[in-house]
């Protein structure tokens, strides 16, 4: 009986071990709507800034800074004048597109669900 505790106590510590790991990644509330922002189409800086609305250069460079160190996005630098930078998901962020579908899919329900208790 204890082996079966054992063993379900270090799943669990390895899923929470995930889930931390996930989190810390996806922590604040910008990185999600940047990456699905990015879903559709690449972007550029100001383009995107504009979709994702209420944030700050500063912050939405450092924001894309560490997307692309995670590898979640990639930033292409076009050789015009005057030069030209394009974000776009890479093939690893895409594989969250799904997670993004769920929380959009959630958040949908949950803020009817709330408008219509205030009612």
Partial sequence: MSEK????SDVCSKNM????DTLNIMNG???MAIMFSLTEEKKR???????????TGKMLSQELKELEMNELIKRTVLDTKPVTVEY????YGKS????T???VNWGLKHRTRIIRKMK
């Fill in 96 to 99: 969250l597109e799904k997670v």
């Fill in 101 to 103: 579908e769920e929380l």
């Fill in 5 to 8: 505790i054992s063993l379900h």
């Fill in 29 to 31: 509330k910008w990185k």
């Fill in 88 to 91: 776009e998901l890479t093939t």
């Fill in 45 to 55: 800086f100001k383009e995107l800034q504009r979709h994702v609305g209420k944030i």
């Fill in 17 to 20: 071990l995930a889930l931390r």
